[in-house]
């Protein structure tokens, strides 16, 4: 058990990409970390390892999201190692571009399973446990307003994360919990970049005017904002974070 007084916050898929750079942000703000993976257990364990050596406090914690159960346990493991939870971070998804015509069902399932009802998951159970004064921050996606073809199914279970993310502000209230989303835009991530050609990259790297692809760090830095005590009267907002794509 941790004795020390810092508060703690749970990152969902922390292993890599934007939540490992929210999970390493918010360790050096003086948050102690768990680290959320469904898989890559190798990669969340070295991210505790490299957080603990920069001074920080991480532990890891296999869960998959679409599980009830798992996410309990999740809040039951913050609570075993730093003695309750002040932040959640819902960082864990999935995106995979089909056409609406051409998206099978195994498609759409695992798309609601894990961005809709593992954000659901997460959302209700900190509803009940999370300690006065804290922070929710879910990941939506500026292809909300972007609607791009062959995002569909993706964009429409992130539409839906927006749509809880300000009914939950308003049910918290009285409890001085803000609930806040942050929409990144084309991120540098192997999720954002594998199987795209490079020219596709290099145009929407060229589309924000910006002329740059984010950068994990530059997402953490907004969810750092809305962690931190300077983000404190931001409530029921979603911030788009992609350079002004859109």
């Given amino acids: 058990m941790h004795t020390n007084h810092a508060k703690t916050a749970l990152v969902t898929g922390a292993s890599r990409g934007i939540g490992a750079a929210i999970a390493e942000r918010l360790a050096r703000d003086g948050f102690n970390v768990l680290l959320n993976f469904a898989g890559g257990a190798d990669d969340a364990e070295a991210l505790a390892r ?3 050596r920069d001074g920080g406090r991480a532990v890891t914690a296999q869960a998959d999201v ?3 159960a798992a996410v309990a346990r999740l809040f ?14 819902n960082n864990a998804g999935i995106m995979k571009l089909e056409t609406l015509a051409e998206s099978s069902d195994a498609l759409f399932d695992s798309h609601i399973a894990v961005n809709l009802k593992g954000t659901f998951n997460t959302l209700r159970e900190a509803s009940r446990r999370l300690r006065d004064g804290g922070r929710i921050i879910n990941l939506s996606s500026s292809l909300v307003g972007l609607l791009m073809p062959t995002y569909g199914v993706y964009a429409a279970t992130k539409a839906a994360v927006e749509a809880m993310t300000h009914i939950l502000a308003k049910e ?9 989303a942050v ?11 594998d199987g795209k050609p490079q020219e596709v990259v290099d145009r929407l790297a060229k589309a924000a005017p910006l002329e740059r692809l984010g ?3 530059d997402i953490a830095a907004v969810v750092s904002f809305l962690a931190g005590a300077d983000g404190g009267w931001v409530n029921g ?4 974070a992609n350079g002004g794509i859109i």
């Fill in 50 to 52: 490299k957080i603990e």
């Fill in 66 to 68: 679409t599980d009830p």
């Fill in 76 to 89: 039951d493991n913050a609570e075993a190692a730093f003695g309750g939870l002040d932040v959640l971070v």
């Fill in 172 to 180: 918290l209230r009285g409890r001085n919990i803000t609930v806040n």
């Fill in 183 to 193: 929409a990144p835009g084309p991120t540098a991530t192997r999720l954002f970049l």
């Fill in 215 to 217: 950068q994990p760090d």
């Fill in 237 to 240: 907002q979603v911030l788009r």
